[in-house]
């Protein structure tokens, strides 16, 4: 099994910056790819970003593309999430995960998962 914890959510206002880390505990031995979701109150989970297993291939949202970068420290099994240029519509629970086949954006399609962590933006 593998276990994902979610940090560095916080408020912060528009415009501004934030750093989410997931860190990865249990298995080490079956690779997968690790997303970012997010999610508001009544809405579906929606893909932010993704990286493989070794870090050279990124996927990312259109609605955050240029403003979000994802990167992974292979030796710490830490992947992060830099949010720049943030805005109100940013707001959202954001979810670290891992799926080991299947369609990148979709939720549905991921087999670990974290707890989430907040991220407010305030204009």
């Known amino acids: 099994q593998v276990q994902l914890v979610e940090s560095g959510g916080g408020l912060v206002q528009a415009g501004g910056s934030l750093r989410l880390s997931c860190a990865a505990s249990g298995r080490r031995d079956v690779p997968y790819t690790t997303g970012w979701f997010r999610q508001t109150p009544g809405k579906e989970r929606e893909f932010v970003a993704a990286i493989n297993w070794g870090g050279d291939q990124r996927f990312y949202a259109d609605s955050v593309k240029d403003r979000f970068t994802i990167s992974k420290d292979i030796g710490k099994n830490v992947v992060y999430l830099q949010m720049s240029n943030l805005k109100s519509e940013d707001t959202a629970v954001y979810y670290c995960?891992?799926?080991?086949?299947?369609?990148?954006?979709?939720?549905?399609?991921?087999?670990?998962w974290g707890l989430g962590t907040q991220v407010t933006v305030s204009s």
């Open positions: 995960a891992g799926q080991r086949n299947g369609v990148i954006r979709k939720y549905n399609e991921y087999t670990y």
